[in-house]
């Protein structure tokens, strides 16, 4: 069995609220660890009942504060990279990411590459969207921190764009019932979906108030 093999079965013995901020750090951090197999899992326990819930050996569990503790686990995550990035700077960052040890956790510098120039573009708000987006969300917090975004902002646009997704992740986990196959070939069809549907709804807002101010004039 793969390590993330032995995880995933401990998870399912010792599914619990703690479990689900731990692993969600890690997954936010940058150790490679897929979100898919922590939030939807427990979403879909949450739902059961009775001697359902019985046959899974896992205490009751309540989906929203599923939602919350995988929000603090993902914040927890990416305050540690943000962290490490303001307190090391960009060259020892990169050449971590370059290192033997950084290869191990999936981390290149063209990958860092990747992730500071979405941010360079889309700005403190990338630390919200980015989180929607699969080769962006565990990394995105590392620019934020070489920028020295502040703190503040950075914790906000997290929490949110933590938030949104695990929110997507439950409801995947209660729709696919745990289908482990189900949720892994949607998650990413969602992400972009909500990325469409943000983008959506924050283009209406900005025009509606270009044209209110240009009625002003």
């Not at 046959?55 to 309540?62: E, M, Q």
């Not at 050449?95 to 941010?119: I, P, V």
């Not at 917090?141 to 703190?151: T, V």
Request: with cysteine; charged share 10%.
């Amino acid at each position: 069995m793969t390590l993330v093999s032995d995880i995933i079965a401990w998870y399912s013995a010792h599914m619990s609220y703690a479990a689900v901020v731990a692993l969600m750090a890690v997954e936010s951090s940058f150790i490679p660890f897929p979100s898919e197999i922590v939030v939807p899992p427990a979403a879909y326990v949450a739902c059961l009942e009775g001697s359902q819930l019985a046959t899974t050996g896992v205490a009751w569990i309540d989906v929203l504060l599923v939602i919350l503790a995988g929000t603090l686990g993902a914040l927890l995550g990416a305050m540690l990279n943000y962290g490490l990035s303001v307190w090391l700077g960009r060259p020892l960052i990169y050449k971590f990411a370059d290192s033997r040890l950084g290869h191990m956790c999936l981390l290149s510098s063209e990958k860092l590459k990747q992730a500071e120039d979405y941010f360079n573009d889309h700005g403190n708000a990338s630390t919200f969207f980015g989180r929607l987006v699969p080769a962006v969300r565990q990394l995105i917090s590392i620019p934020a921190g070489l920028s020295r975004m502040p703190f503040g902002a950075f914790v906000g646009y997290t929490t949110l764009g933590a938030l949104l997704w695990n929110t997507v992740l439950a409801l995947l986990g209660w729709v696919a019932q745990g289908n482990a196959d189900l949720i892994n070939k949607y998650s990413h069809e969602l992400s972009v979906a909500i990325l469409v549907l943000v983008g959506a709804v924050v283009l209406y807002f900005v025009a509606k108030r270009l044209i209110a101010g240009a009625k002003r004039k």
